[in-house]
């Protein structure tokens, strides 16, 4: 079974996440759902280049979301490699999440996944 190996899961709400995401910097992160049993479903992946508190904010506002994992990466060359493996590892291409497509690598950058090649 999968893992994300990030932190969490948490509150997908404004105040926890000012609480946990402390700093800024680039990063990944699993939304989805947090059963009572402990079961923690990932519903969709993604990452922020430059500014993981602040992209974790905009998905709060848009309350789709009730919970979250992230995590912290020293770069957005490993951002998009940590989004991309959560991508392939909880089934991006079979449509088991809400992802419409691949993660898309930075602008100006010549990035490859490192699991297709895309």
Request: charged share 15%; glycine share 12%.
């Amino acid at each position: 079974m999968a893992t994300t190996g990030l932190h969490g899961p948490h509150a997908l709400i404004t105040q926890t996440i000012d609480t946990v995401v402390i700093g800024i910097g680039a990063g990944a992160y699993a939304l989805g759902r947090h059963t009572t049993a402990g079961t923690y479903y990932v519903d969709y992946v993604g990452r922020s280049d430059s500014d993981l508190n602040g992209r974790l904010k905009q998905w709060a506002a848009e309350a789709k979301y009730p919970h979250f994992k992230y995590g912290f990466l020293d770069s957005a060359q490993n951002a998009f490699y940590y989004e991309c493996r959560l991508y392939h590892d909880f089934g991006g291409p079979s449509g088991q999440l809400h992802n419409d497509v691949h993660p898309a690598r930075p602008k100006g950058t010549s990035w490859k996944c490192p699991h297709c090649g895309a």
